[in-house]
């Protein structure tokens, strides 16, 4: 049997009176894309920075192939494989689509900021380039992150994600702010940039089209809960699903 590469297991989280995690248990199994749905509120975002570092659990293990990583940094889960997206993406808006990648891949190499002294570098130009170009991008290598649109943004900060060559990526809601046409073509320049890499992808989306076409697995979450994890189609039809999420989402989207 093929063991999952991130097992999350009784996962708890308080702020105050709020339990943003109940008691979530969530594996990821290599080479699979999970779809991530539920109401505003219901522990999504809280259950991707429990796993990528930026929080930590009040209760609960996290491990990757294997390995605890509750405790870890950021930089840390992220240096081990685990990256990831915010809802807002966090492009430096003055540095051109270049910057922003060869700036990501000399933090990551070096310790830290130091990195830029790292940026006239052309073998990390070079790779930002073909970066760009798996995503479609190339004719903005030159543009600044501050002026381009928001679909390219949204691309573009994936991209940056994905300069780690992780073996599981979070997207924080990947299309959202972005016009219903652009959405499919963003999602499927990275389904492809995840396939082809065999990565592991779980993404946060309140688009239930988004959702069903490309996701080979849903989770729905509820008040901190996981109120069912299965097939989109599954998922989807779920009564309690279609009445306390998808029924609010459509009012969201
Ligand atoms: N840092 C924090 N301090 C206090 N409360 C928080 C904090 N982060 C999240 N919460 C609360 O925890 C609950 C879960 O929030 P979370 O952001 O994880 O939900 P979500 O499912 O991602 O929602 P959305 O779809 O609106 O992004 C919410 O009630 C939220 O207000």
Redesign the pocket.
Known sequence: MTAPIIAAKGLR?R??A?V??NDVNVDIMPGTISGLI????????????MITGY?QPDEGSILLEGGEIVGLTPRDVTRRGVARSF?IPQLFNSLTAVENLTLAEAALRSRGFAGFAMLPDSALEKSARATLERFGLERFGDSLAGTMPEGIRKLLDIAVAMVARPRVLFL??PTSGVSSEEKFPIMDRVIAATRADNMSMLF?E?DMEIVRRYSDRVLA?FE?RVLIDDKPDVVMNDTQVRTLIIGEEKAHG
């Open positions: 989280k702020f105050g709020v943003a995690a539920g109401t505003n509120g219901a522990g999504k975002t809280t259950f991707i920075n929080l809802q924080d809601e946060v309140h979450f901190g």
